[in-house]
């Protein structure tokens, strides 16, 4: 093994290290494998592309490790077009969500393609995630309580708070 072998290596060992590093630290985190670029704060939503393929870990698993794994299964769809490596610790039970993700600029195609989606999953995407405020948008409310905070009422956050937004509930948020 030469050195430009062992520089791709260890670049990747550090992506991956920056992944778990940035999920702990905030939450989730959304990357592209092709690149290590991970996003920022930018008008857009993500969804689960491949919901069955999505991992949940319990909190304490080796993080890196899982990652590593979920890469290397995943990677030929990874390092398809607009296809994103997403993150996401569960604020409630601490479990760690690691899918496949894509990213859209229109709250409606996000919107129209989780319904698409949802017709053939068995894992059911219940929310998109919105970059620019930093936040979940639920589809539908998956909990118990016969709350829920329909994404029309979502479209137009800016102009209030969240707490507001969700009838004084910021539980119905999940923040990454």
């Known amino acids: 093994m030469g050195f430009g072998d062992l520089l791709g290596e260890y670049a990747f060992e550090k992506y991956v290290l920056e992944m778990c590093i940035a999920t702990i630290e905030r939450g989730g985190v959304t990357s592209k ?22 991992v949940i870990l319990s909190p304490g698993a080796n993080l890196r490790q899982e990652i590593t794994a979920f890469i290397e299964k995943n990677e030929t769809s990874l390092r398809g077009p607009n296809c994103w490596l997403g993150t996401w610790i569960n604020p409630d039970t601490g479990d760690c969500y690691l899918d496949m993700t894509v990213l859209y600029f229109r709250l409606e195609d996000a919107k129209r393609e989780a319904i698409e989606v949802n017709k053939n999953a068995r894992r059911k995407i219940v929310a998109l995630y919105d970059f620019q405020h930093e936040r979940s948008l639920y589809l539908w409310d998956e909990r118990e309580r016969a709350v829920s905070l329909p994404l029309a009422r979502q479209k137009h956050l800016e102009s209030s708070s969240v707490e507001e937004n969700a009838g004084g509930d910021s539980s119905l948020l999940y923040s990454f």
Not at 33 to 54: M, N
């Open 33 to 54: 494998l092709d690149t290590y670029e991970f996003v920022s704060s930018i008008e857009a939503w993500r969804l689960s592309i491949y919901p069955d393929k999505t």
